[in-house]
């Protein structure tokens, strides 16, 4: 089992960052990737960023490339979500997933096994 809880959340005006955390514990070797999701209201979760277990490999959606950036630290069992440029359609739910599936660089929910409670983003114009 792995267990993620999600911290960082909050309001912010558009333009603005904001950082969020995961801390991961329990059996850590079921989290290779550790990816961050995100749902709004009456949409489907999407993948956000997803980083593998040393870190050397990040991969983004499209609609946050360049503006968002996930690292791991390792030492410390963390993940974090470096969210800048925010924009009023970056407000969602944001979730921390893990999985040891080959295919977690793919950002797809179904292939991820343990996640998080969420926390919540909400950017103004």
């Known amino acids: 089992q792995v267990q993620l809880v999600e911290s960082g959340g909050g309001s912010v005006q558009a333009g603005g960052p904001l950082r969020l955390s995961c801390a991961v514990s329990g059996n850590t070797d079921n989290a290779y990737w550790v990816a961050w999701f995100r749902q709004a209201p009456g949409k489907e979760r999407e993948g956000v960023a997803a980083v593998n277990k040393s870190g050397a490999r990040q991969y983004y959606t499209a609609a946050v490339r360049g503006r968002f950036s996930i690292s791991r630290d390792n030492a410390k069992n963390t993940v974090t979500l470096q969210m800048t440029s925010l924009k009023p359609e970056d407000t969602a739910m944001y979730y921390c997933?893990?999985?040891?599936?080959?295919?977690?660089?793919?950002?797809?929910?179904?292939?991820?096994?343990?996640w998080g409670q969420g926390t919540q983003v909400t950017v103004s114009p």
């Open positions: 997933a893990a999985t040891n599936d080959n295919g977690g660089y793919s950002l797809q929910p179904r292939l991820y096994h343990y």
